[in-house]
């Protein structure tokens, strides 16, 4: 089975801490997703990842980046954590070209 | 550009019951379709998809989705709910890219009267 995994389920941090969410799959898959969750608005994506080193913006970047140095690793950074971005952040990954993605339990972030 | 709609914000039916919940999807050419299911506080987990073939898709946890070109929908269906069921679901469109970009409808909020 595809494992994603995240490294924190819950988390508080204060506005202005950089924040790091880590995102890891176990399954040699070459693309990973970075999404937000906001109730009413579904799933937003933020950021995804193609390939190590590669990175392209989704819908909604803003305040956000990423990175993936390895192919199984995928990390995304608030540079500046602001009240704004509480949220639950989900992360998933995929095989490639048309395949369906695997997520992660996700974890939800609170910005105070 | 692809697009996908849930019509349907929240759903309440009576456990045993069947269910229906609504998809309907913009796409240029064959659409890849996916639906996944997300229990309270947890993850997406994909219930069934859509690549080819026969219109009517078996999934996991008793779910089927029919595939209807003319109506552009893709309706997920279960013949008796559990309360287990109790979840949002998702419908979603492979986007078209090559790193399997998936574009989500807003989701269908299904709660099981007892």
């Known amino acids: 089975d595809v494992k994603v995994t995240q490294s924190s389920r819950y988390l508080v941090k204060r506005t202005g801490e950089k924040v790091f969410l880590e995102c890891v799959q176990d399954?040699?898959?070459?693309?990973m997703f970075w999404y937000r969750q906001d109730p009413g608005l579904g799933l937003r994506l933020i950021y995804f990842?193609?390939?190590?080193?590669?990175?392209e913006k989704g819908d909604i970047p803003e305040g956000y980046s990423v990175s993936r140095e390895k192919k199984e690793r995928f990390s995304l950074i608030l540079e500046s954590a602001s009240t704004n971005q509480t949220s639950m952040y989900l992360c998933?990954?995929?095989?490639?070209?048309?395949?369906?993605?695997?997520f992660g339990p996700g974890t939800r972030l609170t910005v105070t | 550009a692809q697009s996908v709609t849930q019509p349907d914000i929240h759903i309440t039916v009576s456990e045993g019951a069947s269910l229906e919940l609504r998809c309907n999807y913009s796409?240029?050419?064959?659409?890849?379709l996916f639906w996944y299911v997300q229990s309270p506080g947890q993850g997406l987990q994909l219930l069934l998809k859509y690549f080819s073939g026969d219109t009517l898709v078996q999934g996991i946890k008793g779910f089927e989705a029919e595939f209807k070109r003319s109506q552009s929908s893709f309706n997920l269906r279960k013949p008796s709910v559990h309360w287990s069921d109790a979840a949002e679901y998702f419908c979603a469109v492979w986007s078209g890219s090559s790193a399997s970009k998936i574009i989500f409808g807003s989701g269908t909020r299904l709660s099981i009267r007892p």
């Open positions: 399954m040699d898959h070459e693309n």
């Open positions: 990842s193609y390939d190590v080193k590669m990175k």
């Open positions: 998933a990954s995929s095989l490639g070209g048309k395949g369906e993605q695997y």
């Open positions: 796409y240029g050419a064959t659409p890849y």
